[in-house]
């Protein structure tokens, strides 16, 4: 007869049984205080960039009509090109690398955290630009077009339009890798590749003037999201100890780039190679750079208001510009008047985001 593996002979002691093997904890993500830092700088970039772009309008683009405005609005412009690249490049790791989604619902959720504050922001520069009497069109038009992906009046926020249908192909993409059936990003991934041309149709049929549908992508953009992605994960080192000897190179690539907007085009695509370098001077500079202890708190903080910043600075820097720049200003003027808009326009914009997240606005205001 045999016995039960559950019954053991008198005296004998039953065999202690091993409990079961408790889960490995998820490894802790290292925070990457050097791409906060490239946050920052990219945040300022853009806000130099913009203040450049205002002199060179008011020198109606051409150095005859004020040579001191148009080359000091020229050079800041072009010092500011790294920075929707290096954006790109960010949301490329944040999606593949840093914090990459789980599921398709939380990749919504950090998508409402994008459109609720571009939803208000767009208002709030309609509402703007009639008080001031800029809107080219009525405001329920302007907010109806601004639905589909128009710009008017707040130019600085087509980057979004792209950047939401950027991390969702990257995060579609992921998902299905690991095995997911993220059924809802790919039918957003369907509307985006179809309306345009959808919206065309029936216009063409209907003859209704349609909003255009802009809700979509270019190659370059998800081309810097994934060597962004690339490039952020390397090593400490990858690219030499002293990283800062990159800017030298960068810097021959920024003179290239004024070049190339005085005397072929302005302004220079996001997707010249000129461009494309010029951004990789810049990152690769910054990679892994280290930051002081006692700084990162600061940094930390700083970064998670730069997409506030983002959203009211065009507000701020137009201000100011609108009330200070003139074509007839010397060059070492429309030199200090660049520096002072643009740091002006970046403490004014940072200390607004910061307050409003102090406020418990954030997911309203970015």
């Not at 405001?139 to 950027?166: E, G, I, K, N």
């Not at 074509?327 to 910061?354: E, H, K, Q, R």
């Amino acid at each position: 007869m045999t016995m039960s593996s559950s019954v053991y002979p008198a005296g004998s002691p039953a065999p202690v049984q091993s409990p079961d093997p408790a889960p490995e904890p998820r490894p802790r993500r290292e925070h990457r205080y050097d791409i906060d830092l490239i946050r920052l700088i990219c945040s300022s970039g853009v806000i130099l960039s913009h203040t450049g772009g205002a002199l060179l309008t008011a020198a109606g683009r051409e150095a005859s009509n004020g040579p001191g405005v148009y080359w000091v609005g020229l050079v800041a412009d072009s010092i500011g090109r790294f920075a929707v690249p290096l954006y790109f490049t960010i949301a490329g790791w944040a999606v593949l690398v840093g914090a990459p989604v789980r599921d398709g619902r939380q990749l919504w959720q950090r998508i409402v955290r994008i459109v609720v504050p571009l939803g208000v922001w767009t208002l709030l520069y309609i509402a703007w630009g009639r008080l001031r009497d800029t809107n080219d069109g009525p405001a329920s038009r302007l907010a109806l077009d601004a639905l589909f992906a128009s710009v008017r009046p707040a130019y600085h926020l087509w980057y979004l339009y792209a950047y939401v249908p950027v991390i969702i192909v990257l995060a579609f993409a992921t998902l299905v890798k690991s095995g997911k059936r993220p059924w809802g990003l790919g039918t957003a991934l369907l509307v985006v590749a179809a309306a345009p041309t959808l919206f065309g149709d029936i216009a063409q049929i209907t003859g209704h003037d349609l909003p255009r549908f802009g809700w979509s992508f270019v190659p370059y953009q998800l081309v810097y999201a994934a060597m962004g992605a690339l490039l952020y994960a390397r090593p400490a080192g990858a690219f030499g100890r002293r990283n800062l000897w990159w800017l030298l190179p960068a810097g021959v690539l920024l003179a290239g780039v004024v070049a190339y907007q005085h005397g072929v085009h302005y302004a220079i695509p996001n997707a010249n190679i000129l461009v494309a370098l010029f951004s990789a001077g810049v990152l690769v500079s910054l990679h892994r750079v280290r930051i002081p202890e006692r700084l990162r708190p600061v940094l930390t903080r700083l970064a998670g208001a730069a997409f506030g910043a983002y959203m009211i600075h065009v507000l701020v820097q137009e201000t100011l510009t609108d009330a200070l720049v003139d074509p007839g200003l010397s060059l070492p003027v429309a030199a200090a008047l660049v520096i002072g808009v643009s740091a002006a326009t970046v403490a004014l914009s940072f200390g607004a985001a910061l307050l409003w997240d102090r406020l418990g606005l954030k997911r309203l205001l970015g």
